[in-house]
Every structure is written in structure tokens, then in C-alpha cells.
């Protein structure tokens, strides 16, 4: 499944919770998207989330369902250091 990273702007601090987490899971696994992780800037304004999903379509249904912002959707490739023995 191609990998997304998503860049998100908030205009107040943003502060993830474990219930927020919870409940946020299901609506993202719902729209077919499988939330790997993501960065949180240190304003704590901007948040870097990396979907792998099937498409730009499911993951803004996913933000529009939770009422958060999907400003730019990259589709990535993953490069590792150990991939270069």
C-alpha cells in the first residue's frame, strides 16, 4: 500500500490524549488508512502524520470525519540507511 505523509496546521496547540488516540483509530482504519505515527512540531501547531493508505482520497475522508486538517498529502517512498549495506 502506497505510504502518505500529512502535513497538518492548527491554529491552536495541538495535545494528542489516549482518548482522543482511541478514538480517532477506528474512523482512520474505517476510511482504509493505517496510521503508522506522527510528529508533532515543537509549537506543537504543526503535525507530520505518516498513513499508509490507497489513496489521497480515503485519508481526507478520515480528517474530514474528525474534523482535522489535511493541509498537503505526500505520497512517500521509504529509504533507510541499512538499505545501502
Same mark, same amino acid.
Given at each position: 500500500?502506497?505510504?502518505?505523509?500529512?502535513?497538518?496546521?492548527?491554529?491552536?496547540?495541538?495535545? @494528542? $490524549?489516549?482518548?482522543?488516540?482511541?478514538?480517532? *483509530?477506528?474512523?482512520?482504519?474505517?476510511?482504509?488508512? %493505517?496510521?503508522? @505515527? $506522527?510528529?508533532?512540531?515543537?509549537?506543537?501547531? *504543526?503535525?507530520?502524520?505518516?498513513?499508509?493508505?490507497? %489513496?489521497?482520497?480515503?485519508?481526507?475522508?478520515?480528517?474530514r470525519?474528525?474534523?482535522?486538517?489535511a493541509?498537503?498529502?505526500?505520497?512517500?517512498?521509504?529509504?533507510?540507511?541499512?538499505?545501502?549495506?
Open positions: 500500500m502506497p505510504l502518505y505523509v500529512i502535513e497538518r496546521n492548527f491554529a491552536e496547540q495541538m495535545e @494528542f $490524549t489516549q482518548e482522543g488516540v482511541e478514538m480517532a *483509530k477506528p474512523v482512520i482504519a474505517d476510511a482504509g488508512n %493505517n496510521w503508522i @505515527f $506522527t510528529f508533532l512540531s515543537a509549537d506543537k501547531k *504543526k503535525a507530520y502524520c505518516l498513513y499508509e493508505s490507497p %489513496n489521497p482520497d480515503a485519508i481526507r475522508e478520515a480528517a470525519r474528525l474534523g482535522m486538517p493541509d498537503v498529502i505526500m505520497e512517500v517512498e521509504e529509504i533507510r540507511p541499512d538499505m545501502f549495506g
